[in-house]
Nanobody, 114 residues
Framework: QVQLAESGGGLVQAGGSLRLSCAVS????????IGWFRQAPAKQRELVAL???????NYADSVKDRFTISRDNAKNTVYLQMNNLKPEDTAVYYC????????WGQGTQVTVSS
């Protein structure tokens, strides 16, 4: 089993920044993909950013050039630095981890006020 513990959400004004963290624990494997999805009210969950063990990131077009994903393999932690936040970034952000199975965190609320 794998457990994901998210932190770093909150309320910020448009143009501001937040950093999300997700610590992974349990029976992890050396090769994995980890990252973030988000779900706004009345919308489907969507990809934000993923990063592989080798460090290759993949971003949604809507967050490119504003968000940066990184991972610290020694700490089994993934980070999402979010800059120039917009009201449309408001959502619950879920940490996601996949090796032979997929796991989700509980979610952390990000609210961007205009």
């Amino acid at each position: 089993q794998v457990q994901l513990a998210e932190s770093g959400g909150g309320l910020v004004q448009a143009g501001g920044s937040l950093r999300l963290s997700c610590a992974v624990s349990g029976s992890t494997r050396s090769i994995s993909v980890i990252g973030w999805f988000r779900q706004a009210p009345a919308k489907q969950r969507e990809l934000v950013a993923l990063i592989s063990t080798t460090g290759s990131p993949n971003y949604a077009d809507s967050v490119k050039d504003r968000f940066t994903i990184s991972r610290d393999n020694a700490k089994n932690t993934v980070y999402l630095q979010m800059n120039n936040l917009k009201p449309e970034d408001t959502a619950v952000y879920y940490c996601y981890y996949r090796d032979l199975a997929s796991y989700w965190g509980q979610g952390t609320q990000v609210t961007v006020s205009s």
